[in-house]
């Protein structure tokens, strides 16, 4: 269908629109226009991916001069998902625009979009592409493509040596535009195979050219990575966080190095190769060591030194092992101080680096410091500046560069002693970290730990927000919004949570807060041992997955939870009881034993036998999962999924807030456990077309505090009914309410209210209000059941 949103023509791929899609394509149209930020929360199921990718695609046509789209996923298959969505909008559109006899260099209607991961996903030599890691991965892959491996292979004129791809690519991709389409992995690969091209360098090379590029967060978030693969990007793009709820941990887990014992080990080691290199060159090649001191000496940037090293390296460039974290401008235009200029003079530099942690980390009771003291503490015992350990990164991804080393998956462990200097070094003056050491584990075994943690998630982003004019957060579970820009550090042009528009309740949210013995059900630690606790748990699961079809999902706080419950199940013969209603599968933390679950837990909902997945939230499951249909007709929650709260790198960042944003640890607290929890029970809808029943399973998501938080489209179909229910009042609402949603419905039933015409979308325009259902109307059943085609 086609409609106008102000001067603006929407294509949009379907012959209805959700007033809630309408709705974000006016927040979107005023957030580009204003040249602001913002963030946007969307109901979950309410194609909030198709929303975003048409009206983009749309104003590009109505305004020609707006950048790139660039949007960011967390997963492969999320990036695979919004790369099929994109080709059935631009299809429509350009089928739209024919019809219209518009001109098609002014429609951009070849449109190229990348999609970009890793290169072992998107690698064709046989050996590269089957490495362990992508570290190990990373390595080969340079090993084959780095100028001087190259050189050595042409000497040879074997042909070993080299990549037949990379090859290729040098020879006829490296200037080369890709022709109009849309490029996944599959079509990446597919593409590199009859070209003979690498797809990871193709794609990389197409980011400077193409409308839309679909990549992972760390490409913009991670300044080791961002450095190395975005710095191209013009400052028009329009940027697109996409399932946004957790970008504040991804911010702090990009600024933050932790350093055991080993590692520092392991720095000795590298610190020897290095030296017998630098010894090695000396005695063959000291010219190309007295050119990198001059270089050194003339005050070439950063930034020049990466693009010399692009042009040097064949574009294989420097591993996104060795980027350098965030540095301020006015630094990166500094000159690298005289003492570290000299290879042989930084490799001491960093052997005093290495012994000065080590002989920190044989204190034998947990400390934590302030940053400023601990840097003051270094400069004196080092008798260096805190210039020298700010350059520690840049300087060594440098000597690597000069060196030629080719195996960099074994300089991991001095990479992070670089990253460390060089951010104590940047932020060792401000709060925004902490330095925090634990000799043993939690289990009280030793294994020393020297963490720096970055506390203010505001460093992570800010480039973000500085570098691309319009920069859009989204989720389906992003509330409160407020507390989200004040972490981030930003003042977003819109702000705002859209409700989800229905014409019946196709959720059932409950809040289970006891058994039928009346007895509190709570995940709190002091009752976790209680027998009564623990069988009302049992007996919850037990009642639902007799009357729930198909597929359950059940979350737990935590793998040591989950594991205590069901060894007190199996005591309780609760366990055997639920395999006479479904199977039962579990998620641990291997990936491929859950990757097998999932897989025969949705090959038991496909017969009909049905199935348990017994999940943990903040897992792999809770993220990146969707049970949608009959894989997921009811999920509970069992227990508020609450951080860690004995870590002390969590101590200190809720310290931090509390006194430099003013964020009240209970708050912050409560605002992290209900996202978890939201991003678990949002799982079982993924359409309008879906039902689903969400049980909050434990007496404090009574509290409004824990409520509240709640993401508004949620809370509006949370009855006062069915707040503080006990096991058998939500079994017999579970029970009435897929009686009802099991009816067919007829698709016109929605329209005016759901599901909006052309004509609706020009009411709105206009300023005409749609009707609406209100609660007691949809729960006497208006009108109930599933689609019907």
């Known amino acids: ?65 707006v950048g790139k789209l660039i949007y960011c996923t967390r997963t492969v298959g999320e990036m695979t998902k919004v790369m099929a969505e994109l080709e059935r909008v631009v299809a429509y559109r350009n089928k739209c625009l024919e019809e219209e006899n518009v001109d098609i260099s002014k429609a951009k209607q070849g449109v190229i979009a990348v999609g970009l991961t890793t290169r072992r ?57 890709l022709p109009p389409g849309f490029y996944d992995i599959d079509r990446l690969m597919e593409f590199g195979k009859q070209r003979k091209w690498c797809p990871y360098y193709t794609a990389r090379h197409a980011l400077n050219f193409a409308n839309v590029v679909v990549y992972n967060y760390q490409y913009l978030l991670d300044p080791k990575i961002a450095g190395l693969i975005s710095n191209q990007l013009a400052r028009e793009s329009i940027v697109v966080f996409d399932e946004a709820h957790n970008i504040d941990n991804v911010c702090i887990d990009a600024l933050s190095v932790n350093l055991r014992k080993d590692t ?27 050119e990198e001191y001059e270089r050194l000496v003339r005050g070439i940037s950063t930034t020049l030194i990466e693009q010399r090293t692009e042009q040097t390296m064949g574009e294989s460039g420097v591993s996104e092992l060795l980027g350098a974290p965030v540095l301020p401008q006015d630094i990166v235009e500094e000159t690298v101080p005289g003492n570290i200029r000299r290879a042989e003079h930084f490799i001491s530099f960093l052997r005093r680096i290495v012994e000065y942690l080590r002989e920190k980390m044989t204190i034998q009771h947990v400390f934590q410091e302030n940053p400023k003291l601990f840097l003051n503490q ?41 990253d460390f200097a060089t951010l104590i070094g940047t932020y060792g003056r401000s709060d925004n970290f902490a330095i925090i050491f634990e000799p043993t584990d939690h289990s009280g075994i030793p294994d020393p730990l020297l963490q720096l943690a970055c506390l203010d998630a505001s460093l992570g982003i800010k480039p973000v927000f500085a570098r691309f004019q319009t920069v859009i957060l989204t989720s389906g579970t992003i509330s409160p919004l407020n507390l989200y820009s004040k972490i981030l550090g930003f003042s977003p042009i819109v702000a705002r949570s859209l409700s989800m528009s229905m014409e019946r309740k196709c959720i059932c949210p409950m809040i289970v807060s006891r058994g039928p013995d009346q007895v509190s059900m709570t995940s709190k630690f002091i ?24 597929g359950m999902v059940v979350f737990f706080t935590s793998y040591v939870y989950m594991e205590l419950m069901i060894s007190y199940w199996d005591e309780m013969n609760v366990i055997n009881r639920i395999l006479d209603k479904k199977l039962v599968f579990i998620e641990t933390p291997d990936i ?28 792999k499951v809770a993220e990146g999962i969707d049970f949608d249909g009959h ?55 993924r359409s309008k077309s879906d039902y689903g029943i969400m049980v909050l399973a434990d007496k404090r998501f009574v509290r409004n505090e824990k409520r509240g938080k709640l993401p508004p489209w949620i809370l509006d179909c949370l009855e006062d009914a069915h707040v503080d229910m006990d096991t058998d009042e939500a079994v017999g609402t579970a029970r009435r309410f ?52």
């Open 592 to 619: 491929t034993e859950s990757s097998l679950a999932l897989d025969n837990y949705r090959r038991a909902c496909d017969c009909g036998r049905g199935a348990v997945f017994l999940c943990v939230a903040r897992g």
């Open 631 to 685: 894989y997921g007709r009811a999920v509970v929650v069992i227990g508020v999924p609450f951080q860690y709260t004995e870590s002390r790198v969590l101590r200190a960042r809720l310290e931090y807030m509390r006194l430099a944003l003013q964020i009240r640890e209970s708050d912050y607290l409560s605002f992290d456990a209900m996202r978890q929890a939201s991003q678990c029970i949002g799982r079982v809808i």
């Open 121 to 177: 996903n998107l690698c064709l030599h046989p050996d590269v592409s089957m490495a362990d890691s992508r570290e190990e991965a990373d390595s080969m892959c340079r090993s084959l493509t780095a100028s001087w491996a190259r050189s050595a292979a042409i000497e040879r004129s074997d042909g070993s040596g080299v990549c037949e791809y990379y090859e290729g690519y040098r020879n006829e991709g490296s200037d080369a535009v």
């Open 1 to 65: 269908m086609k409609f106008n949103i102000g001067d603006t023509t929407i294509y949009f791929p379907y012959p209805y629109v959700y007033p809630e899609q309408y709705e974000y394509m006016k927040e979107l149209k005023h957030a580009l226009e204003s040249h602001g930020h913002g963030i946007i929360e969307m109901p979950t199921g309410t194609g909030k991916t198709v929303t975003i990718l048409s009206f983009i695609m749309s104003y590009q046509i109505a305004q020609p001069d």
């Open 264 to 290: 520092l080990g392991k720095c000795n080691g590298n610190l020897t190769t290095l030296s017998n290199k630098i010894s090695d060159y000396k005695a063959r090649d000291a010219a190309r060591l007295r």
């Open 738 to 789: 897929l009686k009802d949603l099991a009816q067919p419905m007829q698709k016109s039933t929605a329209l005016g209210i759901a599901l909006l015409t052309g004509r609706e979308v020009a009411d709105l325009e206009s300023g005409k209000a749609l009707p609406k259902l209100s609660m007691n109307e949809l729960r006497k059943g208006v009108t109930t059941g599933a689609f019907v085609e």
């Open 527 to 550: 009752s976790r041992d209680d027998l009564s606790v623990v069988r009302n748990y049992g007996n919850l699961v037990i009642e639902l997955a007799t009357h729930v079809p198909d």
């Open 378 to 418: 270094m400069q004196n015992t080092l008798m260096t500046d805190a210039k020298s350990l700010r350059f520690c990164s840049e300087r060594l991804k440098s000597l690597v560069t000069t060196l030629e080393v080719e195996n960099l998956s074994e300089m991991t462990p001095l990479q992070l002693v670089s």
